[in-house]
């Protein structure tokens, strides 16, 4: 079993900066890939980055050049630059077991063990 904790989320203006982290419990968290989604409410869950278990990293194109993904030994980071008010949500981390890669990365189906979330809020 995997347990996935988040924080860093909080209340920033728009064009600020702010890092995720998510840390994972269990000895096997090496052999995971591990995503980032966000859901606004009302909204779906949507994918946001992931990054493989050989470190291959993946983003949706609302946030190619402004976030980035990383991991470090139990902790799995996600640095947002120039935020944007429509970057307003609650991210989770999710863990996959089968690692992915492309586009597969993007399906939440596809991840076995998610977070509670944290809240990132960005005023204009």
């Known amino acids: 079993q995997v347990q996935l904790v988040e924080s860093g989320g909080g209340l920033v203006q728009a064009g600020g900066s702010l890092r995720l982290s998510c840390a994972a419990s269990g000895r096997i968290f090496g052999s995971y890939a591990m995503g980032w989604f966000r859901q606004s409410p009302g909204k779906e869950r949507d994918f946001v980055a992931a990054?493989?278990?050989?470190?291959d990293t993946y983003y949706v194109d609302a946030v190619k050049g402004r976030f980035t993904i990383s991991r470090d030994k139990n902790t799995v980071y996600l640095q947002m630059n120039t935020l944007k008010p429509e970057d307003t949500a609650i991210y989770h981390c999710?863990?996959?077991?089968?690692?992915?890669?492309?586009?597969?990365?993007?399906?939440?189906?596809?991840?076995?063990?998610w977070g509670q979330g944290t809240q990132v809020i960005v005023s204009s």
């Open positions: 990054i493989s278990r050989s470190g």
């Open positions: 999710a863990a996959d077991r089968a690692d992915c890669s492309g586009y597969g990365c993007s399906f939440s189906s596809s991840y076995d063990y």
